[in-house]
């Protein structure tokens, strides 16, 4: 077996490391999803077109304010935001009025969101690539274990357990974290005791929503700024938010890691066909437990 | 009842003057039909290519244009679909009556086209399809490769890389035609000329990868000698950006085609990694001819840009499409291309040849190693070693074997 020969420990470790890495960006997306899909019920496509646009806009902003370090925390705050509000917009113009509809018209719906906004993206910003450049201090690599990685991404493996910990907070520790979870079970019941549903909903997409624009922000940095990365992501999302559970949170955490810990540790143990792994993954859970590792709020 | 037959022998000669005359005072133009991708990511290139045409066709236009006539083109964007493409190519040759057309990124609609060319015999001049099947296994009559293709590449790489003193190599690529073919020729070529090389693995990830991190430190943690990386197009530009921020440049050396080349270093500004192999067929600052620095400086003034590899596959075809027509002496499809045979052009590169039996030009290849540079944004690439056509092209053998699978 000719490649388990360059398998260390060490190297193992540190693919596991650049694994959590990636994770970080699929659980932000993921959770996102996840969180559209469990309150609101919509199969939200057009999240990776909002992931997209949340890259672009991190550019944009960054440049916009010199490409200097100011500009980067400046652009990974606002671009989320700018998201979020595009996706307040979004649910109080149009969303707002379908709720009763069925999931399938729901579904084609977004669908026709992502179309809309992949031509906004061509128009506002071209068909070239972008690229942006991290600040001084996270750029190049630092030694772990001996091999090179690169600073960005223990940046990443910072944020990820902060934003999973937000996201708990969120939904244990404040009242609209409370209704939106009871308004997921029995939205009537929450409307009957006097609470405007509608209103929870759209905070709770807005909030969705925010986290693929803060997961387009982080990206930004590590991958050529493009078309098409709304694609790529969405796909790689509605699988880990399925084999998590749909609408649960922490089966997106868990999700996450099987897809990232996989894909990267795959790329290490048989690289030529590194591609399967996570895919593998995904139909070996599904095989053993069809409704998703987690219970699933549908 | 005279007088009447008087006025039709008139009206007669007449029109039969008028339609003598004609040609005369208004020679129908030569006409170009370009297929090619002009929405999305491939545009970066294929805008380069179109420009670069109108530069040189305007320029043999304001002399009076070849045997009297202008050289006029239209374009229509393939959106990057095998479908679409091959119906405007149709299109362009029904109502459009082009007579020569010429195109296509993509490969797939490049040998489709080529296939429709063959059956309506029309010259098809292909710009930056890299698919070595279109002057190989595919090649005939009426297809013609204005640019290098993946089998030069893969000639051209190991040709370089033989020159360095690394014995052990990885091996990494796109899961793709593309990836494959240029590993396999680099790969194979290099074994032919040091055999002592080894192959310690490879890994093969798929097109639009978009994180490449964890594929670089597997392959730092195998300590090769050095990687030959076989990505292409939009691919090149994460990959680089991946490779700078771990490290990967500074501890093992590796090779990427089209690495040097300004498509891909421009949009990584001063990002891009230092010390990257690479080969390109052009790069804007070199050669450091008179020719080179007219043509790089009239692309500029145009269209305030410089020009990447895809402007001198644009220019030269103009240049052979006017030469040949010149050479045939009359627009007559079949003389045009026994003139294009063979045929020599002067370039910004240089004179390049048309080869005769498969109807590829013979372009040297450049290989550099990227560097940072005081008066531009992006890196260039210097130390630059120029491998002639001739030792890049595949032999004649070489080709025979592959058209007769």
Redesign the interface.
């Known amino acids: 077996m000719e490649f388990t020969s360059n398998i260390t420990f060490i190297a193992l470790c540190q693919q596991l490391l650049v694994g959590l890495s990636r994770t970080t960006i699929l659980f932000i997306v993921a959770s996102g999803l996840s969180l559209v899909l469990g309150v609101l019920r919509i199969p939200n496509i057009s999240h990776g077109s909002l992931y997209m646009i949340g890259a672009f806009l991190t550019y944009s902003i960054s440049t916009f304010f010199g490409g200097g370090p100011t500009g980067f925390w400046l652009a990974m705050i606002l671009a989320p935001l700018s998201v979020a509000l595009i996706s307040f917009i979004m649910e109080r113009g149009l969303f707002c009025h379908l709720y009763e509809r069925e999931h399938l018209m729901l579904l084609l719906f977004t669908f026709s969101f992502m179309l809309v906004f992949g031509d906004v993206v061509k128009i506002v910003w071209g068909s070239d690539y972008r690229s942006l450049s991290p600040p001084e201090i996270f750029q190049g690599s630092v030694s772990v274990f001996g091999l090179p990685f690169p600073r960005y991404n223990l940046f990443l493996l910072v944020i990820g357990p902060l934003v999973a910990l937000g996201l708990w907070l969120l939904t244990n520790k404040t009242k609209i974290g409370k209704i939106s979870r009871a308004a997921a079970v029995d939205r009537e019941m929450v409307g009957a005791i006097g609470i405007n549903v509608s209103w929870v909903f759209a905070e709770v997409f807005v909030i969705g929503c925010f986290l693929a624009g803060l997961g387009g922000a982080l990206v930004a940095p590590t991958q050529n700024i493009t078309q098409g990365m709304d694609h790529s992501i969405i796909i790689e999302a509605f699988l880990i938010v399925i084999i998590g559970g749909l609408g649960n949170i922490w089966g997106a955490l868990l999700g996450a890691l099987i897809f990232g810990l996989t894909d990267s540790v795959g790329i290490l143990v048989w690289p030529q066909f590194a591609i399967v792994f996570p895919y593998v993954a995904v139909v070996i859970v599904l095989t053993f437990r069809p409704k998703g590792l987690l219970k699933s709020v549908w | 009842m005279k007088k009447f037959y008087w006025l039709i022998i008139c009206l007669t000669a007449g029109f039969v003057l008028f339609f003598i005359g004609t040609p005369v005072h208004a020679a129908k133009a030569i006409k170009v039909g370009i297929v090619d991708c002009y ?3 491939p ?2 290139y294929t805008n380069d290519v179109r420009d670069a045409f109108k530069l040189a066709t305007d320029k043999i236009n304001e002399k009076g244009g070849v045997l009297g006539r202008k050289i006029e083109f239209v374009t229509r964007d393939s959106k990057f679909k095998v479908d679409i493409g091959l119906s405007a190519a149709k299109e362009l040759i029904m109502r459009e009556e082009v007579d020569i057309l010429m195109g296509t990124i993509n490969s797939s609609l490049a040998l489709g086209i080529s296939d429709l060319a063959k059956k309506e015999k029309i010259p098809f001049l292909v710009t930056f399809s890299k698919s070595a099947k279109i002057t190989g296994e595919k090649g005939h009559r009426y297809v013609f490769s204005m640019n290098e293709n993946t089998i030069m590449a893969g000639k051209a790489g190991a040709a370089g890389l033989a020159k360095h003193p690394y014995v052990r190599y990885w091996i ?1 690529g796109d ?1 793709y035609e593309y990836g494959h073919a240029i590993a396999d020729g680099v790969w194979k070529n290099l074994k032919q000329l040091k055999p002592d090389v080894q192959k ?7 097109v ?1 990868e ?2 490449f ?3 670089i ?7 090769p000698d050095a990687v030959i990386v076989a990505t292409g197009g ?1 691919d090149c ?2 990959f680089l ?2 490779a ?5 440049n500074k ?1 093992v050396p590796f090779y990427m085609h089209t690495a040097t080349e300004l498509s891909t270093l421009m ?3 001063s ?1 891009a990694p230092e010390g990257v192999i690479g080969t390109s067929n052009y790069h804007f600052y070199f050669p450091d001819t008179p020719e080179n620095k007219a043509f790089a400086k009239d692309f500029k003034d145009a269209y305030g840009r410089y020009p990447k590899v895809g402007a001198l596959y644009g220019y030269i075809t103009a240049t052979f499409i006017a030469k040949a027509y010149e050479k045939a002496g009359k627009a007559d499809t079949e003389k045009f291309i026994d003139a294009l045979e063979g045929m020599s052009v002067d370039s910004p590169v240089g004179p390049l040849k048309m080869r005769a039996y498969d109807h590829q030009v013979m372009f040297p290849m450049f290989m550099g190693l990227t560097k940072k540079s005081p008066e531009h944004e992006f890196l260039m690439a210097t130390d630059i070693v120029t491998i002639p056509g001739d030792v890049v092209m595949p032999t004649i053998e070489e080709i025979k074997k592959a058209r007769c699978k």
């Open positions: 929405s999305g990511p545009s970066t990494a899961d310690l693995g490879e890994s093969w990830w798929k639009g978009p994180d991190t964890p594929y430190t597997a392959i730092l943690s195998a300590k939009r530009v994460p950006k991946a700078r921020a771990t490290g990967f501890q949009p990584l500004g990002e």
